[in-house]
């Protein structure tokens, strides 16, 4: 069964940091961008980063530039959304999603074909 995992969600105060990961089962992720997700109480899920399959491109949504990066680490199979200086509207559960190759910078999630099952981060004092 192709199943992706989220991982590294937490409860962390304002101006701190959490290190997201993205693992698969049943399937490698050498072929897949990744895509990272959040969708906050009464919100619509929005897009926050994607990676291509190479790690040669990536994107990010306006709300955490300079702050979140995205990364991957082939060897591991991994895809990591390192989060800086959370601030408490980064809060909701952030989900990863997969599409072959290539991911745009719209970070729409129509575009993504596999989806975790979400990680919830709480940013608060």
């Known amino acids: 069964q192709w199943q992706l995992v989220e991982s590294g969600g937490g409860l962390v105060q304002p101006g701190g940091s959490l290190r997201l990961s993205c693992t698969a089962s049943?399937?490698?992720?050498?072929?897949?961008?990744i895509g990272w997700f959040r969708q906050a109480p009464g919100k619509e899920r929005e897009g926050v980063s994607c990676?291509?399959?190479?790690?040669?491109?990536?994107n990010y949504a306006d709300s955490v530039k300079g702050r979140f990066t995205i990364s991957r680490d082939s060897a591991k199979d991994t895809v990591y959304l390192q989060m800086d200086s959370l601030k408490p509207e980064d809060t909701g559960v952030y989900y990863c999603?997969?599409?072959?190759?290539?991911?745009?910078?719209?970070?729409?999630?129509?575009?993504?074909?596999?989806w975790g099952q979400g990680t919830q981060v709480t940013v608060s004092s």
């Open positions: 999603a997969a599409v072959m190759f290539k991911c745009s910078s719209s970070l729409s999630r129509s575009e993504y074909d596999y």
């Open positions: 049943g399937f490698t992720l050498d072929f897949y961008a």
């Open positions: 990676i291509s399959s190479s790690g040669g491109t990536t």
